[in-house]
């Protein structure tokens, strides 16, 4: 079903068409909330908060061109605040971040998924470690396919500044992901 309609079905109360919204996006949702938290338990929550507030507003983008760009804006918000509010109190418990959600990939031996893996878990921790600006820029660039322009639009900055710092971020990316290569398994620097 094209985006246009469902919108227009979720806007007249449509508990179908809602579903189906949802569904087609929410591993994008969950993803997002994922790259900002590194939790997955909180990366549920912050999804599900997410699609609340978006069932709330969604009279207010029926354009589908724009639909994406307003998710994301509501989802990058939802996460912003949530880690605003994680600063103010101390956590309970250290949780590790390191874990991925990942699906099986079809026709890989145990080799190849291990393989796989690894790089996702490499790539993941690289991005934990990286500064939040230059992970929220790759995030929105490089993951979620987001036009410099929209980017521009959400982060209030010129589309020159946003071009500049996607360079640095993936400059920044390049040397986590080279570090953490040297690391051994014990985590200090050979």
């Known amino acids: ?45 912050l999804a599900q908060e997410a699609f609340i507030r978006i069932y709330q507003n969604l009279a207010i983008c029926t354009d589908e ?43 890989s031996g145990p080799g190849e998924q291990y393989e796989s893996e690894s790089r996702k878990r490499l790539v993941h921790r690289a991005l934990q470690e990286m500064t939040g600006l230059n992970r929220e820029i790759l995030l929105l660039k490089d993951i979620q396919g987001l036009a410099l322009e929209e980017i521009a639009a959400m982060l209030n900055v010129p589309v020159g500044t946003v071009k500049s710092r996607s360079n640095r971020a993936r400059i920044e990316l390049a040397q986590k992901l080279a570090f953490l290569r040297r690391e051994p398994a014990g985590g200090a620097a050979v």
């Open 65 to 107: 061109t724009k639909f994406l760009p307003w998710i994301i804006t509501i989802t990058r918000n939802v996460c912003i605040d949530h880690l605003r509010r994680k600063q103010t109190r101390p956590p309970a418990h250290d949780l590790a971040a390191d874990e991925l959600l990942t699906l099986r990939e079809p026709g």
């Open 1 to 45: 079903m094209e985006l246009s309609n469902l919108l227009e079905r979720c806007c007249r109360g449509d508990e179908l068409a809602w579903e189906a919204l949802v569904r087609r996006f929410q591993a994008r949702i969950y993803g997002i909330a994922y790259c900002y938290t590194g939790n997955p338990e909180d990366a549920r929550d």
